[in-house]
Each structure stands twice: as C-alpha cells, then as structure tokens.
C-alpha cells in the first residue's frame, strides 16, 4: 500500500470520526436543552414554565421544599407510583414470560387465533373504556384500591410484550431444549433454566416498558383511584397543573425532576442487560 | 335471676355502647384547597349534633363528573362543591336532589346566587361563593385604575419590547363576553320569567361582532401577545403580571393569592368602559354546596350544609380562603366593605351576568372558544367565526335534544 | 379405574357423546370416575349457583334496566356482558366435556385402553401445559381488556349520552342510529374523516422519523473507533428515561408562541422567523412531530445497538475480504440484518402512535382551533374521543367512533399480516 492511499485512508477516518461527533454533539444538546431547563423551571421562584431563563436568577428551593412540607402529599403520591409500578412490573414478567414461552414452543389447538387476538387488542386503545374499567372494578369491589389498577396495568401490557417476547424466543435455538429435555428435564424446568436465562435482555425490555408504563398514565388511574390518599405520581402532578386556576408548573418541575431520577436509574443499570446482546434476535437471519 | 340480670345488664351496656358508636357519618367533598375555610365549622358541628364528617378535598369542576360514577359505586358523597353552570347537566341526569329552605333562609343569600342555583323552579344549592372577573393593576406601574378600556389600550401603546399593558384571555368567552355584552350581545335569550331561550343565542349578533372586532385589535397591533391563546394561556399571564411585564391583567379571585405570594404591589378595581361608554360585564359564577342523590342522610346534610353556611362561619371562611360569600350579612360586613379586593368583586357583581345554568351551556363552551380564537387570530374573519359557532351550538343542542 | 375393553363393535363414542350431556356423564360412562367428578362438581355447582345472577345478567343486557332510578342502565350492561362472559366460559367447559367423553370412547371402540388416572395426569402436563400457562394471563386480559372493549362497543348502540343518562333516565337500544347520524351530519362527517386523515399522516410520519433516526444514531455511535459510547449511548436514552408527561408540559411552555424559548431565543439565533406553534394547525403538528421524534427515538437507538453488537465481526471480515466498502457493508449486512430483528418493535411504534393520546392532549389538548369541524386541528381519533366523553359527555357517539377506529386499524392489521412473510415464517414447527 503506497504511503498516499494510507495518508488518505487516515484522513477519511478523521473525517467520518469529527463528523460523526459533530453529530453526536448536536444530538446530545438537542436532548439535553430541554431536560436542562426543566431543572431551571424547578429553580424558579413563582409559577410559572415561562420564566425567561434557563438559569434563574434568584435561585430557589422552595418547590423542592413544598414537595415535602406537606403542602402536597409528593412522598405519598411517590410511593403509591413506586408499589404500582413495581407490582405491575413482576406481574407483567411473569404472566408475559409464560404466554410468550407457551406460543413460541408448542402448537396446540386456539394458538393462531389466540396470537391474532393478542395482535388486535394491543391495537384498540384500552382507556377507549373508561367506564366498563370503572364498573368493572366497581362490581368486584376494588374501586380506589391499586390491585384494580395494578391488574388493569397488566392486562394491558400483555399483548404486546408476548409478541415482543415470543418473536424473541422464537430465535433462540430449539437443540438446547431438545438436548435438555433428552436429560429429562420437563416444560417448566426447560422455561426455568433454559429459556428464561437466554431471554434476559427482552425481559430487561419488558421490565422497563411495564415499570415506567404506569408512570406516564394519568387517565386510567384517575378512573380507579378517588381519593387522594390513593393518588399516583402522574395524577398528583398533572392535578398542579390540570387547575386552571392557580396551576404551580414550577412544583410541577420540581416533582417531575424527581421522578425523572429513579427511571434513569434504572434504565441504567438494565442497560447493560440488551446492549449487551440481543443475541438470539439479532443474528438470526 | 342474677344470671337473668347479670345477662340484662350486658345488653343494656351493649345497646348504649352501640349507640354511642354508630355515629351518623357525613361525606363531603370539598374544592381543592380549600376545606382549612370550613373546619371550624365542621368541628362545631360535630360537637353540636354528634356526627363524624369526613371532608375530601378534589378539584371542583370534576366533582360532579365523579360523582356519576361514584353515587351508585357507593363511594360518593352526601355534600358537595359545584359551579353553577353545572347546574342544568346535573339535574337532566338526577345526580343532586333539591334542597329545602323557607323563604326567611333564602333572604340571607344574594338574590342572584339563589338564581343561579334554582333549575326549573326548584333550589338545588347553597351558594358558597361568588365569582367575578376584575381588573388587577400594578400599582407600581399604574398608579390609578383607568376608567376605559381605550385607556389601557393607549397605555399598552406605549410600553415597550417585551413588556405589556393589558393582557386578558379574550380567547375565552367567559373573558370576552363582558366586552360583548356591553355591545348587547348574550348567550340564550331570556323572556320576562327569566326562562332561557335555547332556540335565541346572541354570541354572533351584531352587538357580539362589534365587540369582538373591537377587542381583535389589541392583537392586531400586538399590545396582547399570541403566546396567551390556548390551554397554557392562562399561566403565561400569570406569569407576565407576576414577573411585573404586564401593568394589568383581567382575572379572577383565584389569581389573588399566587399574585400575592408572588410580591407583586397590585391594586383590583372593577372592570373598565367599551368605547361605547358602557362598562364591561362579566359572567357571574356561583359555587355552592349540592346534596347528591345517593346521599343516605339526605336531612343530615341540609342540616350541615345550612349550619356551615351560617354568616358566622361563612366570615371565618372569608378570611381564611378570600373566597366571596353571597351571604347577604357578611357582605355588608366591614371586613369586606373596606377590603379593596372584596369590594372591587362585590362591585363588579352587582353588573354581572349570571352563567346560564341550562343543560344546553355544556354545548357552548367549545365552539364559541374555536371561534373567538380563530376570530381574534385573523384566521377566519371575526363575524364568519362567531356565526359558525352560533350555528354549531344549535345544532349539536338540536341533535342532544332530540335523543341522537 | 383401569379398564380393558376389547369388544369390537362398540359405540362406546355415540353413547359417550349423549351422556355428556350431563356434565360429566360420558366420563362415568367411559369410567374415569374423577375427572367426571370434576367435570360434574364444577358444571352443577356453577349452573346451580349462579341462575339468579345468568336470568338477571341477560334481563338487564336485553331491557338496561325498567323504572328509572332504580334500575341503572350501564351497571346492567356491565352485569349483562360479564354474564354472557361467565356462561360461554362454562359452555366451553361443558363442551370439552363431552368432546373428551366422545374420544375416550371413540378409543373404547377402537379397543384401545382407557388412559389412567396417572397417565391422564401426565397427558395433561404434556399437553395441557401450554394452556396451562396462558390461562392466568388470559384470565385477566378477557377482564381488564377485552371485557371493557366490548363493553365500549355495546354503548354505540344505544342511546347513552348527557340527557339519557342515569340515574335519571333509562338508556335504550338503538341499534345503528348513531352510526346514521355520524355520516349523515355534514359536521360530524367532516370532522370524523378530517380527524381520521390527520391521525393516519400524524402515525406514518411521527413513527418513520422516529425510527429512522433512532437506527442511523445507532449505527453512528457503533462504529469501532468512537470514544465514550457508554456516556453517549447513556445520554442518547434519557429522553425515554424521563416520562412523557413530563417533558411534554416543559415542551409545550417552550413552544409558546411569544414567551417559549424556542421562538424567543432558539429561531432568532438561526436567523429564522418566529413560528405559530400552538395558533396555526401545520405548525402545531410539526411541533408534535418533532416531539415525538425526540421521545420515540432512544427507543428504537437502544433496540438497534442491542442488534448490532450481536452481529459477528466475521460478516464484516468477510465483506471487507470481497472488497466492500463501508456503504455496501452498511447496505448489505447492517441495516437488513437491524430492520429484520427490529421489525416487530417498529410496528408496535406505529400502532402507539396511532393511539398516542398523551402527547395530543399534553401539549396542546388538541388545538388550534380550525373552522367547521367539532374537533381540534391536530385531535387524533383517540383524543377526539376523550374529548367527546368527558367534556360533552357524548358517549354513544364516542363509542360509535372507536369502533371505527377498531375496524380501521384492525383491517389494516389483517391486511399486513396477510402480506407479511415473517408471520409465515412462524408457522414453521
């Protein structure tokens, strides 16, 4: 290779590494601006969004403090949002997990028509039936208690994440059931340890999707949950702002930030589980 | 007969124990932040007729949407908050029962708050507060309230970049119809009794387009600035007038507090003159205290909501909330007689149009806001909009009516 | 319980088939004493208990209900369709039954043996495993899911709306009257259809870009050579990290016309005019889209780099061997392999959209205004929708809506299913 093809080669690779940072630099400010400024909002004395700077000028904790002094109940509405989205969390894992492994390894009679029923009702919005839910847990005496919303939460994440689920085991080769079940290991334990292991990056996935699912949902808690005692995350805030009269969209920021922290975190630390591999899915062509 | 009296004993004890323990409970819910105004109220009322209330605070614009579903849920409340215009919707569909009171008890409220609760000719509340739009002005900025709206508008004229004069939702009917009114525009008609006339809506005559066209050129030459349209509308205007970039805002007592908090030196004062030399009206709103349906006590109730509503109390709640009372004694009181504020809203009162309480007001609200929005933004031309909202309200009220 | 039977001509099925018709019967018959048993116990017990609760479920699912006040309508719908939900569930039970009684004995005819109870056990794990598993997910998604659809669907055929509603009045059947009404009134028409357009262009739009620019970051930030990715692949998530509804609101002050930043400070920095982003319609759903491209694409970043680390470095060897260049790698190797894997992510990215309502309804709930039309200028189906029950408390008229919504994407759903090979693909086993 003459000394100019490589000088070149060494060029274009700069090229590409700048422009590509370039891009990267502009993408993260982009991103960044407005989490920046919700920050600045939460440091602003007053209440409203519109303040002019992103760094105000008399810094304040004073949202921070009326999150906590009890002039809203923020730590309550805090571990309301916390336990839902837990629980629907490990519900949504484990129901998904066992109708996902169902419809990727057997054949058995309603299967088709089954995944064609899962496939329509992720489609049709589920808050479109605000009063049957009402009734609903109304009839079976769970108005106001989280289990109803818990168990409303679920239903609605399982259609999508079986298929979600399911396209990934789909990839996961068969011989290492097989070979397992040669050593005489059954269905489940063939799930337990062999399916299960292998799919933990989809089930990082659904793990996220279904904890941070009930964080962003403020129309069909408000259905279930009456008092405030009960109150979610979602609804105590959007209720700051929701008054038309004398709206606190600084609180607003201030409790927002704080919610914002917690899933970073755990986006975080599930992150690694599927950059580190979709393997199954990803190779199989 | 010791074992016989021994076993006498024990249920006398049991029955005297058991009345001591099923205490009348009484719901209620209150608006949001505002159930510290009647707690002494509560207390003294517990004590006196040994009932256990429970007080729930929630927004008070929803209450009777919940209450739809939480009335025959079991769940619901004996007592609670409604706005007036709620009034028509509320009754069609049976969520509130009629309330009793001799005309001796009537006399202690204005006579437009009973009005605003009375649906084909029965009481259905008690009035708690009244509410009106007035003129908040800095007084930092303007020493002295003007007298006309043309006033404000050459102030505004003069201010500079990023700072304004008057600013006010007039996007919303329930800001611009002070304006229209005092042009001779109105939302139903009325005959001599006072009964609305559905068919008769003058939110587009030619009263209502002057006005409008009029209030259009506060955006025309920007002294209102476009960023107030919308649902944040109202906080941009808070925040301009707490920011101290705006002199004078059109708002309603709930803006007092935050506007105080907020340290801004503001004075209140009724609302201007129209270049017509009338002054602005404005929609009187009335919220009160209503008795649901599914309420199982429902006397227990009236009985508390009168007892709480008594001038006594209605004065504490005064002074703790700065909610109005149209409780004709504490009106007349000194500590709203020489209250700027209050005075400005009972004044203000005195002029305004009480909000139509009909059914049919559900259908108006959202067309002839598309249409003083589209209006007053110059995408559609100010008499076009208003008759297409005209036309839309009668006909969704047309097609509601007729069982669609 | 084991028995033999070696007779040849038998009608052990037909006669197993009849008895079935009490529960259980073509199990006696076939002697498996216990799985008949449990057949009997539940069916009995079921029918038994529960024939008050069936005759008044189907009473009020067929009047909604006879003197108003005492009777409320939408609780005796509600009661009416669990009813029906319970009663098929038992159907089913009874029917597998008797399709049970007529296998065994079809296998008594053939001389077969009659499993054990050991056996039937066994053969229940095998092949009852799958059913096993599905049913408690099943079970609350006909509750929660499928039971308020259908609930939903029953109310755009009747007449519920503010002036039929209970307590005060009685709701009535009225077939498809509200499905007339909805096409036969211009403004209704008109606004379903300008709605229906808006929502289709909104979904295509918002979801491409978001997916385009989630896979491109991807691939950008995987080449071998760039520093600190996991800093960058940490900051590229936050928007997905931090809820929607939080950064919508922040968003929607940023957009304000005249005071958010993004006219005030933003557009003048680029030398570029002030636009109206919450007054003029186009603005507002170019606003919304590049939101959503904002708040969708970690999404589809992360999926995409999860794909790309599993690729093996011996694909690229390879290419590079025949003399690929990095475009022809990126065209043959990269992007197939990530759209073939990302695939049924991204079209569940269309179908969220499709009924993204929080975004709709957070930033401008659904506005500007825009002339003849009962809807706001950038309402999709499902905001329209909210709008129409909770603020005019139209609720036939809303339902009738989603039901067309429902056949709308449902069609389109069967239709690409239909064409797409992967679905095929799957039937493989």
Not at chain 1, 151 to 158: H, T
Not at chain 1, 250 to 275: C, D, E
Not at chain 3, 96 to 120: H, L, T
Not at chain 3, 209 to 236: M, S, W, Y
Request: proline share 5%.
């Amino acid at each position: 290779m003459s000394l100019d093809k490589k000088r070149s080669i060494k060029q274009q690779r700069a090229i590409r590494l700048t422009l590509s940072y370039l891009v990267i630099g502009l993408v993260s400010l982009i991103i960044i601006y407005p989490l920046v400024w919700t920050v600045g909002a939460s440091l602003n004395p007053g209440n409203s969004l519109l303040s002019s700077s992103i760094i105000p000028k008399n810094m304040s904790f004073e949202h921070y403090q009326d999150l906590f002094n009890g002039k809203v109940d923020y730590l309550n509405w805090y571990y309301n949002s916390m336990k839902i989205s837990f629980s629907t969390m490990v519900l949504t894992l484990i129901f998904v997990s066992f109708t996902a492994y169902s419809f990727s390894r057997f054949r058995f009679v309603g299967r088709n028509n089954g995944l064609m029923l899962f496939l329509l009702l992720q489609m049709i919005p589920q808050f479109s039936a605000l009063i049957a839910i009402f009734v609903l847990s109304q009839m079976l005496g769970l108005v106001n208690s989280h289990l109803a919303l818990i168990l409303i939460y679920v239903g609605g994440m399982i259609p999508m994440n079986t298929y979600l689920m399911k396209g990934f085991i789909d990839a996961i080769p068969r011989d290492l059931d097989e070979s397992a079940r040669m050593d005489g290991a059954g269905h489940f334990r063939i799930f337990i340890e062999i399916i299960l292991p292998l799919s933990k990056p989809i089930i990082a996935v659904i793990a996220l999707f279904s904890f941070t699912g009930p964080l962003g949902d403020f129309i069909l808690s408000t259905t279930i949950l009456r008092t405030p005692d009960q109150f979610t995350l979602p609804i105590g805030l959007y209720n700051l702002v929701a008054q038309k009269m004398g709206a606190s969209y600084t609180t607003y920021a201030a409790g927002a930030v704080l919610i914002a922290v917690p899933v970073a975190l755990l986006y975080l630390w599930l992150q690694k589980f599927f950059v580190s591999g979709l393997t199954a899915g990803g190779t199989k062509g | 007969m010791n074992k016989l009296s021994k076993i006498a004993l024990a249920c006398t004890l049991t029955l005297s124990a058991s009345s001591v323990f099923a205490q009348e409970v009484l719901n209620v819910w209150e608006d949001i932040q505002k159930s510290k105004g009647i707690a002494q109220a509560i207390a003294d009322f517990e004590k006196e007729f040994d009932v256990k209330v429970n007080v729930l605070e929630s927004p008070y614009a929803g209450q009777i949407e919940k209450l739809r579903l939480d009335g025959p849920a079991g769940i619901g409340p004996d007592v609670l908050i409604m706005p007036s215009d709620q009034l028509g919707a509320a009754v069609v569909q049976g969520l509130i029962s009629p309330v009793t009171m001799t005309d001796e008890q009537k006399a202690q409220y204005t006579q437009s708050s009973i009005q605003a609760f009375t649906a084909d000719g029965e009481l259905y509340g008690y009035p708690k507060v009244v509410e009106t739009l007035v003129m908040f002005y800095n007084k930092d900025k303007i020493a002295q309230p003007f007298e006309t709206l043309d006033q404000y508008k050459q102030y505004s004229k003069s201010q500079k970049e990023g700072n304004f004069g008057l600013i006010a939702k007039f996007d919303q009917v329930y800001y611009a119809f002070g304006a229209m009114n005092a042009y001779g525009g109105y939302i139903f008609g009325q005959d001599d009794k006072g009964n609305y006339n559905v068919e008769d809506i003058g939110l587009s005559n030619a009263g209502s387009v002057e006005a409008v066209t009029y209030l259009k050129t506060f955006f025309d030459e920007g002294l209102i600035p476009s960023g107030i349209y919308g649902d944040n509308g109202l906080n941009a205007i808070d925040s301009l007038f707490t920011e101290q970039k705006a002199a004078a805002v059109i708002n309603g007592p709930w803006a007092l507090e935050p506007y105080q908090r907020a340290g801004v030196n503001f004075g209140v004062a009724p609302l201007p003159k129209m270049p017509n030399g009338k002054a602005m009206t404005s929609l009187l709103g009335v919220k009160g205290y209503v008795i649901s349906s599914w309420s199982k006590n429902p006397e227990l109730a009236n009985k508390f909501v009168q007892y709480i509503n008594q001038a006594k109390y209605a004065k504490i709640r005064f002074e703790t909330t700065k909610e109005i009372p149209p409780v004709v004694e504490v009106i007349n009181d000194p500590i709203i007689k020489d209250n700027e504020f209050a005075s400005a809203i009972a004044t203000q009162s005195q002029v305004a149009v009480p909000m139509p309480s009909i059914p049919e007001m559900s259908e108006v609200w959202n067309p002839i806001n598309s249409a003083l929005q589209l209006g007053l933004s110059g995408k559609q031309d100010v008499k076009g909009a208003l008759n297409d909202a005209t036309n839309q309200i009668n006909s969704q009220i047309e097609a509601f009516r007729s069982g669609l | 319980m084991q028995q033999t039977s070696i007779s040849t001509k038998t009608n052990h099925a037909l006669v197993a088939l009849i008895l079935g018709i009490f529960p259980g019967g073509g199990q006696y018959y076939n002697k498996q004493i216990l799985k008949g048993l449990i057949f009997s116990v539940f069916l009995i017990s079921f029918f038994s208990a529960s024939k008050d609760l069936i005759t008044h479920g189907l009473w009020g699912l067929i009047t909604l209900g006879e003197k108003p006040r005492v009777d409320n309508s939408i609780f005796l719908l509600a009661e009416g369709i669990i009813t029906v939900l319970l009663v098929l569930f038992a159907l089913l039970i009874w029917y597998i039954a008797i399709v049970d009684g007529y296998k065994n004995g079809k296998r008594r005819d053939e001389g077969k043996e009659v499993n054990s109870v050991r056996k039937q056990y066994k053969n229940l794990l095998d092949s009852g495993f799958p059913y096993l598993m599905i049913t408690p997910g099943f079970i609350i998604l006909v509750f929660v899911v499928v039971f308020p659809i259908i609930f939903g669907f029953s109310i755009a055929f009747t007449n519920y709306n503010l002036y039929n509603a209970p307590p005060a009045k009685l709701v009535d059947w009225v077939g498809f009257k509200t499905f007339v009404n909805i096409f036969s009134l211009k403004l209704w028409r008109n606004t379903f259809l300008d709605v229906l357009q808006w929502t289709v262009v909104w979904t295509v739009i918002a979801t491409t870009l978001q997916c385009t620019v989630g896979v491109l970051l991807a691939i950008l930030v995987n080449q071998k050579d760039l520093k600190f990715k996991p800093i960058i692949r940490t900051i590229f998530i936050l928007p997905w990290a931090v809820p929607g509804f939080v950064t919508i609101l922040v968003f929607a002050g940023m957009f304000n016309d005249s005071f958010g930043v993004i006219n005030n400070s933003i557009l003048p920095f680029f030398g570029i005019e002030p636009k109206a982003w919450l007054t003029d319609p186009f603005w507002t759903k170019t606003a919304l889209i590049m939101m959503q491209t904002w708040l969708g694409f970690p999404f589809v970043f992360a999926m995409t780099t999860g794909v790309l680390q599993a690729i093996p470095d011996d694909l690229y060897e390879a290419a590079t061997m025949d003399g690929a260049g990095s475009y022809t790698k990126l065209k043959t190797i990269t992007l197939p392999l990530v759209l073939y894997s990302i695939a049924p992510i991204i079209i569940t990215q269309y179908t969220f959209n499709f009924n993204n309502f929080n975004i709709i309804y957070l930033f401008n709930n659904g506005g500007p205004a825009v002339p003849g039309s009962n809807a706001g200028g950038t309402d999709i189906l499902v905001s329209w929708i909210y709008k129409l029950t909770m603020s005019s408390s139209q609720y036939a008229i809303a339902s009738a809506i989603t039901i067309l919504l429902s056949i709308f994407v449902v069609g389109i759903a069967l239709w690409q299913f239909r064409k797409s090979s992967s679905f095929k693909n799957d039937e493989m086993a």
